[in-house]
């Protein structure tokens, strides 16, 4: 209820500043002043209020006020605020962890905030707005309004009242004449206590009431609306997709015809190799940051590694479209972007969907680190050759030299 979050923020505000003037006036006596024109004011650590007074107005941390006629209103904040024997013929304003009333008569309203707060029997007022974490009513009101965790009601409301608690009882001496709007996690029994019309609501947590929002919204949503949704996030991504290829066309349009032609003479080899990467980039990118020295390369072939991976799905859709459409259509482009379109779909197949992608990245990778591998060998063979071509001499040039 929103009276209970201003009420608590007002509780908040007041106990913090209490809090911070406490700790100042800690080693020193209560000041208490009465100015000229009835008007009382008190602050300190224990501060004791009361008289024939105006208005009241005390802070601290233990506040007391007894054996008070005020005549305006009354004002108190502190941890611990406790009201004896008083009577206010304006409204009574009060914040604090404990909050009591004993026999304190109020003109108008009391409106109290706290982590528990007790009214008890000899009190009254005309109206009462509580809000904290326990609530004990036991005094006469024309009408309560009371937002707590737990609350007991053991008085007499002459009126309608309000209650909003995660648990309610009531008493033997409970009785409202009015109407009662209850809200609680449990129905408590209200049989003879409420004259006028009564009303319950059950509370829920917020995970509950996320949990019914979200049945809500999908109820709501046509089976129309989720299949044009599901349409059109493929088309997107086929978009997206045919934008990649086309630039991947433009660098790579050889290694998309060599990447098939690959595959098929060495499917084994480039399987093996791109599932020997999948796993090694990530491994070797960790020991050489654990090195700290080959950390800027393990963020390099990282990079890179994510990159590839991104892209694999595009590569090998480009390479599929050409394996399979290449001499039937006759226009390669036309045929890898075919191919693009072809796993953009299946990838929004459940399970399957996964799969393509794991092994479009196999595919990918291991074509990249086969032609790695193809080209360093290719460079150690031809090394290996021009040093057997100048250590090799005819022997027939060695006799003439000797």
Known sequence: MKIRKILVSLCLGMVFSVSAASAVFAAQDAEVIDDKVGNQFGAGYNVDLGGDVLDVCGAGYNVKLKD???????????????????????????????????????????????????IDAASSAKSMRLAGASVTYDGTADYICIDADH?????????????????????????????LKLSAKEEPSVSGKVDGEYSFTELKTQEEIAAENEVAVKSNTSIGKKIAGVVGGRIYWIVAMFIAAAALILLCGKHIDASGEAVIAQPG??????????IGVPVASLILAITIIGLPSAAILLTLYIITLSLSQTFAGLALGRILLGEKLGKPVVASLIGVAVLVVVDAIPWVGGLTSLAAGIFTLGYIFTKLSDRGFTKAETVGTMVNEEVSVPADEVKEEL
């Open 68 to 118: 008070t006629t005020a005549e305006g209103s009354a004002a108190l904040a502190g941890y611990s605020v406790d009201v004896d024997d008083t009577v206010v013929g304006g409204s009574f304003f009060a914040a604090g962890c404990n909050v009591d009333f004993d026999n304190c008569n109020v003109e108008n309203n009391i409106i109290a905030t706290g982590n528990s707060i007790s």
């Open 151 to 179: 609350v007991e009601i053991n008085g007499i409301v002459n009126g309608d009242a309000e209650i909003e608690a995660a648990s309610v009882s009531f008493g033997d001496n409970a009785k409202i004449t009015g109407n």
């Open 269 to 278: 080899k480039i399987i093996g190799i791109g599932f020997m990467a999948l």
